[in-house]
Structure formats: C-alpha cells, structure tokens
C-alpha cells in the first residue's frame, strides 16, 4: 500500500486535520491559531463541493447499479452527507465571527 497517496486523498477531501487547538496555549498562542484557522476556513467551500459532488454519484450510483450494492452507498452518501453538514457548520461559524 502506497500510505502517502491515502493521506492525500484524506487531506483532499478532510482539511480539519491542518486546523491548530485554538484553546491551548497562551493567548498570544490562541490567537495566532485561531487566525491560522480563520484563513484556512476560507478554503472550506471548495471541500464541501467536492463532497456535494461525491454525494451526488453516490445518489446517482444508487440508482444504476443492482438492489445488492445499494446499501453500502447508501452509507457512502450518509457519510458524505455528514461531512458536508459539518463542513459548513464549521464555515458557516468561521463567517459569522
């Protein structure tokens, strides 16, 4: 297994791995962090896009391929669903400060 080419496919599609603790630290350490996070929060848009797009040929998916398949794509699309849900509840947060 080629491990850099999964953590880049994570780090494609998951970026709250690059956020840093905002309530650790000084608060000089807490306020350069929460403005690390605020800049990476602008990126957030494009993550919840590609998840809308993998939502929506699992959606497809679920449509064309037989009754046996369907439900382990179901629980892709759950998934997806998810994560776009916290994405923006995330970015939806970062735009209301």
């Not at 929460?34 to 497809?60: D, G, M, Q, T």
Request: a positive charge; glycine letters at 2%; proline letters at 5%.
């Amino acid at each position: 297994m080629d491990f850099k080419r999964i953590k880049r496919t994570i780090a494609y599609f998951w970026p709250l791995d690059a956020y840093r603790h905002a309530d650790r630290g000084t608060i000089m350490e807490r306020a350069a962090a929460f403005r690390h996070n605020e800049k990476l929060a602008r990126s957030l848009p494009l993550y919840i896009n590609r998840w809308a797009v993998s939502a929506s040929v699992e959606l497809i998916l679920t449509q064309v391929l037989p009754a046996a398949v369907v439900p382990p794509i179901a629980i892709l699309f759950t998934a997806s669903f998810c994560a776009i849900t916290t994405l923006t509840a995330i970015w939806m947060l970062f735009k209301r400060g």
